[in-house]
């Protein structure tokens, strides 16, 4: 049976990012626009838009990773207030997606994933689609990519117990930083902002989104 993925990307826009406050028109048009079933799995392409995380295939011994489902993804890109001469550090990548969502409207994108099964992955995909604005490169997520910094907005694929003052370290002067720090319902989307050498945040919303491995808070001692 043929799937109008077309269709069904109508369906997730309306049904679950409209619905929820998104309202960033040239948001909208790359969630219309970007083919979400050519990052998928073959055999999830006919899940690719219902409203929920959908699990990637990665390198063994790596733990879980997921495509972010369209809601939470759509309000954290609209937080990041992207504009069309932005760069974009996108960490975590997965399969490209996001990378290929934020390519139709900012000026370019570092893909940075760790996973060298998902990097290949993002790399063919991105590529064979046409998504010429975007590199992807492998590397340790919680270090960035400096190299190629300073960003303008730097972008985290999942939760996290906290942001390291490496990805920080990269924003330019305005720059802005994405993340949802804590898990499960207790998770909050925070929005950090760089000026000069200063870099403050600011609460967005409560967002309940998977982990992203590597970025775990380190214990702290108690008397």
């Known amino acids: 049976m043929d799937i109008d993925f077309s269709a069904l990307r109508v369906k997730m826009v309306d049904g679950q990012v409209r619905t929820t406050d998104v309202t960033n028109l040239k948001l909208l048009d790359a969630l219309l626009t970007v083919p979400r079933e050519e990052f998928v799995e073959p055999a999830q392409r006919q899940l690719a838009y219902i409203d929920e995380d959908l699990r990637y295939l990665v390198a063994g011994g790596e733990q879980p990773r997921y495509l972010m489902e369209a809601s939470p993804f759509a309000k954290l890109v609209q937080l990041a207030e992207i504009g069309p001469n932005d760069f974009i550090l996108d960490v975590g990548c997965g399969t490209g997606y996001s990378s290929a969502v934020f390519s139709r409207f900012a000026s370019s994108v570092v893909a940075l994933e760790s996973d060298p099964v ?90 309940a989104i998977k982990p992203l491995p590597g970025f775990e808070r380190a214990p702290e001692f108690h008397f």
């Open 118 to 207: 998902l990097a290949e992955k993002a790399a063919a995909k991105l590529a064979a689609l046409g998504y010429d604005n975007v590199a992807v490169v492998q590397g340790d997520l919680n270090a960035g990519y400096a190299k190629q910094g300073p960003y303008d907005v730097i972008f985290l694929e999942g939760s996290v117990g906290q942001v390291p003052a490496a990805l920080l370290g990269q924003l330019r002067d305005g720059g802005r930083l994405v993340a949802v720090e804590g898990q499960g319902n207790a998770g909050i989307a925070r929005l950090y902002v760089k000026s000069g050498d200063v870099v403050t945040a600011r609460r967005g919303f409560n967002a």
